[in-house]
Structure formats: structure tokens, C-alpha cells
């Protein structure tokens, strides 16, 4: 064996473990993972078990193999180079490896619901692969909603494997954590379109702009707020939804002109993790 030959392997090996092969560069989506997660488990009567931290832990998985797999699809369509090839493979089949172990497990302890939302993200995971191979997967808010849809299905998880049963509650907190995903990608929208404009443009122009994120945070609202008045919901919940109306309201009288798009995410990455804390605040009240 030549020296050559001795020093390629550390240097493959080394290639394979880089961090932009096993992470995403984006930050946005971490929220709707980890927010229905830590809602699931906190809003539960019982306090977390093994079997919920196995929860975690795949759901983990489950979100990170997206990563590697759509660097496949970008290095056979020549979107990326064909030496990151290998090591994502090595990434997405461990991320999938990871996920199906967790998912076993849970099976196994009687939570069989489960395999029936992970069901769910395989059309929408294709979806998304087939707009990535035609370089297409960008600025489409029906796909994004239809990912935070998926990943809200974690809040029902958390809640059925901490409680230990199935429960319809799991479902609400599904419905809940959907309907401030559809706030916060509309207000995200809203502020990356501002952001290119190079003056304040006309009122109208402002409003139709502003109209869909405020419609659907208005929604939010009142509707959380007849829940909560018939009872069917803590009497205090509405003011979680109301954090990010009042966002969103700002964001209308202040456009993002100029903002980087690292600027607007962070500052909704803010406002999500808020709401996460007074959603579980207002909901044991």
C-alpha cells in the first residue's frame, strides 16, 4: 500500500463528516420541529419518560435526514459536485437508520399511532425532492405550510408517549401548532417581499402585501378566542396568538426594506420561541 493510497482514506472519511453534509444551512425550520415537540410534552399531565426522550431523538432524526437526501438530488442533477455524493449518502442513510430504530422502539411499546403520522411526510418529502431537482424548491409558502403541517404532527407524538395513550388532545394541540405555523409563514413572506423594495411604496400596494398575513393571524385569534369562550380552550390562550398579530401588525406599519434575510428570520425565530413559552404558560391556567 503506497503513501497515497494511506492518506486518502483519513481524507474521505474527513470529507464525509463535514458539517454542511450532516446539518442544514437554514435555521427557520428548527422552530417548527422543536415548538410542537416542547408543547407536546409540556401541556402532558405526566412528566416525560424514556420513551419520550426516544421521541425526541427520532424526531431528530426524521428532520435531519432531509438534509443529506436533498444534497443527493442536487449532486446527480449537477446542482452540487459529485465528490459530496458519498457522504451524503452516508449521512442520509444514517439519519434513516437512526429514525427507523426510534420509530421500532415506540412501536414496540404500544404506540402504533405513531407510525401512522410519520405516513404523512413521505408525499410531501417527495414533493419536495421532485421541486429540488428542478431547482424549483424556493419561495413556495403551499410547500412550506405543507412541511410545518407534518412537523406539527409532533406535538401529538410528544403528548401520546408522554401520557403514555392515545388521547384527543393530541389532535388540538396538532390543530393549534398548525395554525401559528400558518401565521409565521405568512409574516415571514410578508417581510421577505418588503425587503426588496427599494422605497415605500404605495398604501394599496402595503396593504395588499400585508392583507394575507394579517387575515390569517386575525384568524388565529378569533378563533382561538371562540374556543376559548365556549370553553373548549384555556381561557387565556388567545393571547399567545395575539404576540404574533401584534408582529405582524408592526411589520405592516414598519416594512423590512434593506433586511437581510437572516435579520427577518431571526427575529421570528424570537417570536416563535414566545409563543412556544406562552402557549404552555397560558395553557395549564
Not at 18 to 24: G, H, K, T, V
Not at 46 to 74: C, D, E
Not at 144 to 166: I, K, N, Q, R, S
Request: aromatic residues 12%; hydrophobic residues 55%.
Amino acid at each position: 500500500m503506497d503513501l497515497q493510497t494511506m492518506t486518502s482514506k483519513p481524507q474521505s472519511l474527513s470529507m464525509w463528516l463535514r458539517r454542511d453534509l450532516a446539518l442544514p444551512q437554514e435555521h427557520g425550520g428548527w422552530v417548527f420541529l422543536l415548538s410542537p415537540l416542547v408543547i407536546g410534552l409540556a401541556t402532558a399531565d405526566r412528566s416525560p419518560s424514556m420513551a419520550s426522550v426516544v421521541l425526541l431523538i427520532t424526531a431528530l432524526a426524521a428532520f435531519l435526514f432531509r438534509h443529506p437526501l436533498t444534497l443527493v438530488i442536487k449532486s446527480l442533477s449537477g446542482r452540487r459536485s459529485r465528490a459530496d455524493l458519498f457522504g451524503a449518502i452516508f449521512w442520509a442513510c444514517g439519519y434513516g437508520i437512526l429514525g427507523l430504530v426510534g420509530l421500532g422502539f415506540l412501536i414496540a411499546q404500544g404506540f402504533k399511532e405513531l407510525l401512522w403520522l410519520a405516513l404523512p411526510a413521505l408525499p410531501v418529502l417527495a414533493v419536495y425532492l421532485f421541486l429540488v431537482s428542478r431547482r424549483a424548491e424556493r419561495h413556495q409558502p403551499i410547500l412550506d405550510f405543507a412541511v410545518a403541517l407534518v412537523l406539527a404532527l409532533g406535538a401529538p407524538a410528544a403528548y401520546w408517549v408522554t401520557e403514555g395513550a392515545y388521547s384527543a388532545t393530541g389532535w388540538t394541540l396538532w390543530g393549534l401548532c398548525s395554525l401559528h405555523a400558518l401565521t409565521s409563514i405568512a409574516h415571514a413572506f410578508m417581510r421577505l417581499e418588503q425587503r426588496r423594495w427599494q422605497s415605500i411604496p404605495s398604501l394599496s400596494t402595503q396593504i395588499r402585501i400585508a392583507l394575507p398575513t394579517l387575515g390569517f393571524n386575525f384568524l388565529a385569534v378569533s378563533t382561538t378566542g371562540f374556543l376559548s369562550a365556549i370553553s373548549l380552550l384555556p381561557s387565556w390562550l388567545p393571547l399567545a396568538y395575539a404576540l404574533q398579530l401584534f408582529e405582524s401588525a408592526r411589520g405592516f406599519w414598519k416594512p423590512a426594506i434593506g433586511q437581510k434575510p437572516t435579520q427577518i428570520g431571526l427575529r421570528q425565530l424570537i417570536v416563535s420561541g414566545l409563543f412556544t413559552l406562552l402557549f404552555i404558560g397560558l395553557w395549564h391556567t
